[in-house]
C-alpha cells in the first residue's frame, strides 16, 4: 500500500519540476541582444528541455499506471 503514495508522490514531484523548468526556461519577454540567431537557438533549447521534461512526466505517470493494474491483478 505504501508504493502508490510514494510513486504518486514521484510524479508529483516531477511534475512540479517540470513546470518550475518551464517558468525558468519561458525567460524574459524580449530576444537576446545576439540578434535573430541566438534568439532561436535559446527558443530551440528551450523547447528541447520542456520536451523533455514532458518524456520524463509520461514515462512516470505509465509506469504508476502500470504498478497500478498489476498490483490490482494481485
Known amino acids: 500500500m505504501r508504493s ?5 508522490g514521484l510524479v508529483l ?5 517540470g513546470l518550475l523548468a518551464k517558468a525558468a526556461l519561458r525567460g524574459p519577454a ?3 541582444a545576439g540578434g535573430t540567431a541566438a534568439a532561436a537557438d535559446v ?4 523547447d ?3 520536451q523533455q ?3 520524463a512526466l509520461d514515462e ?6 502500470r504498478q497500478r493494474d498489476a498490483a490490482e491483478q494481485r
Open 4 to 8: 502508490p503514495f510514494g510513486l504518486l
Open 13 to 17: 514531484a516531477l511534475l512540479i519540476a
Open 30 to 32: 524580449t530576444p537576446p
Open 43 to 46: 527558443l530551440q533549447q528551450r
Open 48 to 50: 528541447q528541455a520542456v
Open 53 to 55: 521534461v514532458q518524456k
Open 60 to 65: 512516470a505517470a505509465d509506469t504508476a499506471r
